[in-house]
Every structure is written in C-alpha cells, then in structure tokens.
C-alpha cells in the first residue's frame, strides 16, 4: 500500500491562501496540515515530519520592510523553543533531505530573500529579489506563462505552459548581477516566463505584469526540489475558477493541478 504524503502549509503573520493551498495538495494526493509558525518556533511542530514544505502567498507583516523581509528576517534569525538552532537550521537539514519546497507569491519573496532561491553554488545567501511593479500598482489578472521543458523543476514537469492569476505589487524579479542572470538561464533555472498567449516570453505589459527581468515568474535550485513561482497554482485547481469557465469547453480539472500533483507523484516514488 502507497505511502502517505505528509504536506506542511505554513501560516500567520499575514498569508491569506494557506487553505486554498492545502485543498491543492490534499486533491493532489497528500495529507495537508496548516501550521502556523508559532507551532513551529515553539518546538511542538517538526518541519522533519513532513515531506513537503508550502510557503504561501499573502502580505508577511503587511510587507512593511518589503515583501516578506520581515519574515524572512523571522526564520533566519528566530530560535526554536528549548533548542540552539534557529529554524532556519531546521529548514536547511529539511532541504539536506532532498525534500520538496514551494512558495507561491509571498512564499516566493520568502524563498529568494532567505537566500534559499536560487542556490546555484549551494550557498544560502541573497542574490536576487522581488520587487515593486514597474507601473506602481497591485496586478491582479490572468497570465500565460511558458514553461523551460530543460529546466530540471520538478513541478513543471511534462508541461509547455500554463494560465495563471497573478496577484502582487512587488513581483518584479530582479537579479543582483548580469552574471547571476546568465547563470540562472544557462543552468535552465528560469522555470517559467510571462508570455503572450501564445507562449512567447515577453517584456510588454500586461503579458508582463510587473516588469520582470527576463520575463521571470519563477524559478528553482539546481536540484530542480525548491521552487519559487508569483503566479498562484492553488487558485486554478478547477475549472470554475478559470474566468471564462461559462463560455469557454474546460477540463475539470485546473492547470495548475498539475503542479502539486508531479510533486506528490515524486515523493511517493521516493518514500
């Protein structure tokens, strides 16, 4: 008999879609709780119970140092209850496990202001951020995203494109340098780009919402395990959720689906 696939969502502080993420992973096949992080800090939650770690999206105390700063500032530097070692350290022997880890939107600001995206020396430091749109407003629409089929993301696997909403005022991607930029496209970890509809990467707006270098909407480490995406996969798990359900022929089930089922599908094979 199958193995449970045990998924962890973290909350408070300011998400605000832990449950439609949990629901995406609890129909992609795995056993979902949502922890807030205070369970976490306090020593009654372990993050090594769990297979599958989801940092969801929302607004970390109200984005008031930036998207997710103070968050990330939280799990960096906050200690566990009754241990020496901060979260953080917890978080890294998780990842050292070859676990899964994916943060939508907020929980991508997260990943990449942690240093744990994109990693591509194995160093947990900053190198790149999520910052204000270019047109200084929150961007709440639909977008077609092409999808790399070298890029070694698990998540993507099998896929050309999807259609996601977006919903953020800081999800420009910005790298600090020309060279790390080179480095995530060359080592094919620029997992998905803003395209037109018919999935040509782009740089014009509203194809491009917030202005992202490359057109970048997500990406992973050179594992392919850790993935960071702005575009929200919880929020098309079903047809009706799609903006033209009424009008236009839809598979039940939603793109984005997909996403949380290759990771399930992946973990089991490896339990």
Excluded at 14 to 35: K, P, Q
């Amino acid at each position: 008999m199958a193995k449970t696939v045990k998924a962890i969502v973290i909350s408070g502080y300011g998400t605000n879609c832990e449950r439609e993420v949990a629901h995406a992973c609890r129909l992609a096949g795995a056993a979902a709780d949502i922890v807030h992080i205070t369970e976490l800090l306090a020593g009654r939650i372990n993050l090594n119970d769990y297979h599958f770690l989801n940092l969801a999206g929302g607004f970390l105390d109200g984005d008031d140092l930036g998207s997710a700063k103070a968050g990330a500032n939280r799990l960096l530097h906050a200690r566990v209850v009754g241990e020496d070692d901060s979260l953080a350290e917890q978080l890294k022997e998780f990842i050292a496990a070859g676990k899964l880890v994916m943060g939508v939107c907020n929980g991508f600001q997260l990943l990449v202001k942690m240093g744990l995206l994109p990693a591509i020396d194995g160093n947990f430091r900053q190198t790149c951020t999520l910052t204000n749109n270019d047109r200084g407003r929150f961007e709440n629409r639909w977008s077609w995203l092409k999808i790399d089929p070298e890029s070694p993301c698990i998540y993507t696997r099998g896929l050309n494109g999807l259609y996601l909403p977006v919903r953020h005022g800081e999800g420009k991607f910005v790298a600090d340098s020309p060279k790390t930029l080179q480095q995530l496209e060359d080592l094919h970890l620029t997992v998905m780009k803003y395209a037109d509809c018919d999935l040509h990467p782009s740089m014009e707006f509203p194809d491009n919402p917030n202005g992202s270098e490359a057109s970048i909407a997500g990406i992973c480490d050179p594992t392919g395990r850790l993935f960071g995406l702005m575009p929200h996969p919880e929020a098309y798990t079903h047809r009706t959720h799609h903006p033209r359900w009424t009008r236009e022929t839809l598979p039940e089930e939603g793109m984005g689906l997909i996403l949380y089922r290759n990771a399930v599908n992946f973990i089991q094979k490896e339990l």
